[in-house]
T-cell receptor, first 111, second 116 residues
Framework: KQEVTQIPAALSVPEGENLVLNCSFT??????LQWFRQDPGKGLTSLLL?????REQTSGRLNASLDKSSGRSTLYIAASQPGDSATYLC??????????FGTGTSLTVIP | GAVVSQHPSWVICKSGTSVKIECRSL??????MFWYRQFPKQSLMLMAT?????????EQGVEKDKFLINHASLTLSTLTVTSAHPEDSSFYIC????????????FGSGTRLTVV
């Protein structure tokens, strides 16, 4: 069974700093990997989707990379802002389209 | 495009009653939808896979008689929590994948269930 882990569990940074969130998965036979943002008490907002044949995706200040062979993905956030404060979840999907979610990283950007 | 609507966003019910949560794909057809549960400060756990026109597939440890799933059309799946108890209080989220691969999965806004 796929296991997804995210490190760190919580992160606090001053505004303007660049940061990296880490996601690791045990089964490299993934279909794709997706990063989400979850605000307190809310649903999920999709940030970036990386298909298994891709190595990275970019959207604005966000860049996600995927290394299937090592079972790792990273989410890079440039020039962090207080509005970036949220929980970030990564999820790996298998060919059955089932999601395996990581434990999440709670990010706080201090003004 | 690719919007999943979930209703209600929050509900409070008395112990022993049943609650129905709806998940709709607004602008695409979804033959498969997924239901997740999230306890406080924990990640999402898959409960079941809802298949249009057939029985749902439940994850190990999830009681199918307690969490009834109906996927009667290509745009609607419902989750009914029967005889709810306080330990069923949780955040329930559904998801579906639009036909175009590059959309990835879309999630509903979630339903906060509180059983008193």
């Amino acid at each position: 069974k796929q296991e997804v882990t995210q490190i760190p569990a919580a992160l606090s940074v001053p505004e303007g700093e660049n940061l990296v969130l880490n996601c690791s998965f045990t089964d490299s036979a993934i279909y794709n990997l997706q990063w989400f943002r979850q605000d307190p008490g809310k649903g999920l907002t999709s940030l970036l989707l990386i298909q298994s044949s891709q190595r990275e995706q970019t959207s604005g200040r966000l860049n996600a990379s995927l290394d299937k062979s090592s079972g790792r993905s990273t989410l890079y956030i440039a020039a962090s802002q207080p509005g970036d404060s949220a929980t970030y979840l990564c999820a790996a999907t298998n060919t059955g389209n089932q999601f395996y979610f990581g434990t999440g990283t709670s990010l706080t950007v201090i003004p | 495009g690719a919007v999943v609507s979930q209703h209600p966003s929050w509900v409070i019910c008395k112990s022993g009653t049943s609650v129905k949560i709806e998940c709709r794909s607004l602008d695409f057809q979804a033959t498969t939808m997924f239901w997740y549960r999230q306890f406080p400060k924990q990640s999402l756990m898959l409960m079941a896979t809802s298949n249009e026109g057939s029985k749902a597939t439940y994850e190990q440890g999830v009681e199918k008689d307690k969490f009834l799933i109906n996927h009667a059309s290509l745009t609607l799946s419902t989750l009914t929590v029967t005889s709810a108890h306080p330990e069923d209080s949780s955040f329930y989220i559904c998801s579906a994948r639009p036909p175009l691969l590059n959309y990835g999965y879309t999630f509903g806004s979630g339903t906060r269930l509180t059983v008193v």
